[in-house]
């Protein structure tokens, strides 16, 4: 079993639409989940964090944990053709520093 | 203020040849990390510093490769003989916290290794 897992996609969404992106985690003790934004050739950014149970947003994001069901998703809501970029789910295990990460789903935003 | 910067941004070697990456992490972070992207691939880790020691090494694929850091600034990620499987992006990134927290990681632009 896969430590990080996102659906392989790809995922095309029209302009204004929600696009929804999953993660799933296999270690129970996982501390903190990311979400990243890597545009084509360019390094991984950072868009959100989350640490507990349930939704946080930030502006067009919400990111969503279940540690019960062990996932973590990403919601991007009005999505524009700048979000067109793959999405890094990541997570930093207990007892680790380290990021694991997941292959990423690429997300296209059809204007 | 000023992001993690790496050097150079591409490098191109010969098989065989040593190469020796270069990051420098935002002001002020303590903790650093280099992670290795292949071609369509996701991000492994490699290599953890708290400071100037390196806690956890347990993503280094062989002994060709090493890394050190001086105190909480500069590191240097140096592989020895390279191979053509070492071709890759070398992303450093930085954290504010490494010993529990949040360790929000903010990454580099990458060194773009590619070996003939």
């Known amino acids: 079993q896969k430590e990080v897992e996102q659906n392989s996609g790809p995922l095309s969404v029209p302009e204004g639409a929600i696009a929804s992106l999953n993660c799933t985690y296999s270690d129970r003790g996982s501390q903190s989940f990311f979400w990243y934004r890597q545009y084509s050739g360019k390094s991984p950014e950072l868009i959100m964090s989350i640490y507990s149970n349930g939704d946080k947003e930030d502006g067009r994001f919400t990111a969503q944990l279940n540690k019960a069901s062990q996932y973590v998703s990403l919601l991007i809501r009005d999505s524009q053709p700048s979000d067109s970029a793959t999405y890094l789910c990541?997570?930093?295990?207990?007892?680790?520093?380290?990021?694991?990460f997941g292959k990423g789903m690429k997300l296209t935003v059809n204007p | 203020g000023a992001g993690v910067s790496q050097s150079p941004s591409n490098k191109v070697t010969e098989k065989g040849k040593d190469v020796e990456l270069r990051c420098d992490p935002i002001?002020?972070?303590?903790?650093l990390y280099w992670y290795r992207q292949r071609l369509g691939q996701g991000l492994e880790f490699l290599i953890y510093?708290?400071?100037?020691?390196?806690?956890?090494k347990s993503g280094l694929p062989s002994d060709r490769f090493s890394a050190e850091r001086t105190g909480e600034s500069v590191s240097t990620l140096t592989i020895q003989r390279t191979q053509q499987e070492d071709s890759a992006v070398y992303l450093c990134a930085s954290s504010l916290i490494g010993g529990g927290g949040y360790n929000e990681q903010f990454f580099g632009p990458g060194t773009r290794l590619t070996v003939l």
């Open positions: 990541a997570v930093r295990q207990g007892g680790s520093e380290k990021l694991v």
């Open positions: 510093f708290q400071g100037n020691s390196a806690p956890d």
């Open positions: 002001s002020g972070h303590t903790a």
